[in-house]
Nanobody
Framework: QVQLVESGGGLVQAGGSLRLSCAPSERFFTPYRMAWFRRAPGKEREFLVLIRWSSGTTSYADSVKDRFTISRDNAKNTVYLQINSLKPEDTAVYYC????????????WGQGTQVTVSS
């Protein structure tokens, strides 16, 4: 069973930046696509962005496309989420997810990393 391990969350002041990382526990696991989601307190899980692994093409939620950037490092088999100009409303648990084949949805989820933005 592949596990996704996230890191990079923390407490940051509004206006700051963070870079989240997510790597699968199996080195040679190559997904069809990976994505980032978040769940803010009292809210439902929200899709943020995805990246198709082989092509590198991306799709962003309109609400974050100006401040969030997804990228991948094939050599490290790691996906990143760069978040700039952080706002208190970005406070949430951020999750990465992997779609193994492109046909079964999000097969694997990370445990989540907390991002807290202070005003």
């Amino acid at each position: 069973q592949v596990q996704l391990v996230e890191s990079g969350g923390g407490l940051v002041q509004a206006g700051g930046s963070l870079r989240l990382s997510c790597a699968p526990s199996e080195r040679f696991f190559t997904p069809y696509r990976m994505a980032w989601f978040r769940r803010a307190p009292g809210k439902e899980r929200e899709f943020l962005v995805l990246i198709r692994w082989s092509s590198g093409t991306t799709s962003y939620a309109d609400s974050v496309k100006d401040r969030f950037t997804i990228s991948r490092d094939n050599a490290k088999n790691t996906v990143y989420l760069q978040i700039n100009s952080l706002k208190p409303e970005d406070t949430a648990v951020y999750y990465c997810a992997a779609d193994r084949t492109g046909t079964t949805g999000w097969d694997y989820w990370g445990q989540g990393t907390q991002v807290t933005v202070s005003s």
